[in-house]
């Protein structure tokens, strides 16, 4: 079984700053991991994926994730916030237990993302 | 390339009574899930459909079904809602060529049971 903790529920920031989300797993095998946003009244969109080609992922908007195995985390950064990047965002892990797993995702609780000007 | 199309986006019911939500995935992908979301319980999996097949499900009761047609649209249907049932019920799509093929998601249908 897999799991996500997201290691807080709101983090506040000023525009221009650096961002940091929190996000630890715990997988029984090699972890496919997700970072999905979730602008209000809007749907999941993907921001970024760990594909075990580079522990260091880029993504959209300047965002970047770095997979560290020896703590399971999976941290989401970005060197400075902008004013649209307040949103809702979800860690994400995927089922690997073989094929037909896959299309199981196990969320986060989210953690939501104030930008204050 | 269209995305993925959830009907309706807004819904109300009364309890006791039954809903029916549509997916259409985008074009060429096999593979559809349902997710709930709420306040409290944030974002759960409900099943997985893959070629018709339900594939994994979720810790969710028999009230909560649903199915695959073979053009991959999908359906899922609650019976007997409760007010607990009111939600953002969100579909997902993906070709799940591998375990981190992504998953894209509708905008979602909102539930209101009162």
């Known amino acids: 079984a897999q799991s996500v903790t997201q290691l807080d529920s709101h983090v506040s920031v000023s525009e221009g700053t650096p961002v940091l989300l929190r996000c630890n797993y715990s997988s029984s095998y090699s972890p496919s991991l997700f970072w999905y946003v979730q602008h209000p009244n809007k749907g999941l969109q993907l921001l970024l994926k760990y594909t075990s080609a580079a522990t260091l992922v880029k993504g959209i908007n300047g965002f970047e994730a770095e997979f560290k195995k020896s703590e399971t985390s999976f941290h989401l950064t970005k060197p400075s916030a902008h004013m649209s990047d307040a949103a809702e965002y979800f860690c994400?892990?995927?089922?690997?237990?073989?094929?037909?797993?896959?299309?199981?995702?196990?969320f986060g609780q989210g953690t939501i993302l104030t930008v204050h000007p | 390339k269209a995305g993925v199309t959830q009907t309706p986006r807004y819904l109300i019911k009364t309890r006791g009574q039954q809903v029916t939500l549509s997916c259409s995935p985008i074009?060429?992908?096999?593979?559809v899930s349902w997710y709930q979301q709420t306040p409290g319980q944030g974002l759960q999996f409900l099943f997985e459909y893959f070629s018709e097949t339900q594939r994994n499900k979720g810790n969710f009761p028999g009230r909560f079904s649903g199915r695959q047609f073979s053009n991959s649209r999908s359906e899922m249907n609650v019976s007997t809602l409760e007010l607990g049932d009111s939600a953002l019920y969100l579909c997902a799509s993906s070709s799940l060529l591998t375990g981190n093929t992504e998953a894209f998601f509708g905008q979602g249908t909102r539930l209101t049971v009162v």
């Open positions: 994400v892990v995927s089922g690997n237990a073989g094929g037909t797993s896959y299309g199981k995702l196990t």
């Open positions: 074009s060429g992908h096999r593979s």
